[in-house]
């Protein structure tokens, strides 16, 4: 199958920094790419959706200034955390596919700690 | 999307065929099932997916029942790898607007014995 990878695979940072976590579709062109995140014993939560040069859509309730997302290339996506508190501590996964009617494959995941 | 509805908790045998259950019953002409599953601390992996047709690949199965109201994953022979929540979802095939992106419920944690 397709493979995504993040980078980095976890992130401990202070308070009130910014926090960037890539993902690449590797083998494939991601037209649009997800951004989803997890919370311990809970499901995952659809946070935005980008396609490749376009402004990303935001699911309600997501800030979209926190949450910067970049989708400059149809292989990389970006998400920067922005100004992060303990509370953005989490799991973030990323997902690509190549088309409308394409299967979405996930990345491994980042887990951001925030001190 | 149609919403979906697993067991919370299912445990199988190692080497037994694992059975997941998932209701979709107000699922729409043009809207798939898929399966994935969620390891613990990863990412998750694509297993199946399928519209009206029984589907196999070289990880599972899934068997659609004929009026499409649910469907069932079968594992063959489960490993103790094959520990994992197993997440049924429904999507509609394409559509520009998003409406076809993945929403996660809670799904089934599957725990194999040994």
């Known amino acids: 199958g397709a493979v995504v990878s993040q980078h980095p695979s976890w992130v401990i940072c202070k308070s009130g920094t910014s926090v960037k976590i890539e993902c690449r579709s590797l083998?494939?062109?991601?037209?649009?790419m997800f951004w989803y995140r997890q919370f311990p014993k809970q499901s995952l939560m659809l946070m935005a959706t980008?396609?490749?040069?376009?402004?990303?859509?935001?699911e309600q309730g997501v800030e979209k200034d926190k949450f910067l997302i970049n989708h400059a290339s149809l292989t990389l996506s970006t998400l920067t955390v922005t100004s992060a508190h303990p509370e953005d501590s989490s799991f973030y996964i990323c997902?690509?596919?190549?088309?409308?009617?394409?299967?979405?494959?996930f990345g491994p995941g980042t887990r951001l700690l925030v001190l | 999307d149609a919403k979906t509805t697993q067991p919370p908790s299912m445990d199988c045998a190692e080497g037994r065929a694992a059975n997941l259950p998932c209701n979709h019953s107000?699922?729409?002409?043009?809207?798939?099932v898929y399966w994935y599953r969620q390891i613990h601390s990863q990412g998750p992996q694509y297993i199946i997916h399928?519209?009206?047709n029984n589907e196999t690949n070289e990880m599972a199965s899934l068997i659609i029942t004929e009026d499409r109201k649910s469907s069932t994953l079968i594992l063959p022979h489960a490993t103790l790898r094959d520990t994992a929540v197993y997440y049924c979802?429904?999507?509609?095939?394409?559509?520009?607007?998003?409406?076809?992106?993945?929403?996660f419920g809670t799904g089934t944690r599957l725990t194999v014995i040994p």
């Open positions: 979802i429904v999507r509609v095939g394409a559509d520009q607007t998003g409406a076809n992106n993945l929403f």
């Open positions: 399928g519209l009206k």
């Open positions: 083998d494939f062109q991601a037209t649009t």
């Open positions: 980008s396609n490749e040069g376009s402004k990303a859509t935001y």
């Open positions: 107000t699922i729409s002409g043009n809207e798939y």
């Open positions: 997902s690509a596919r190549q088309g409308a009617w394409e299967t979405q494959y």
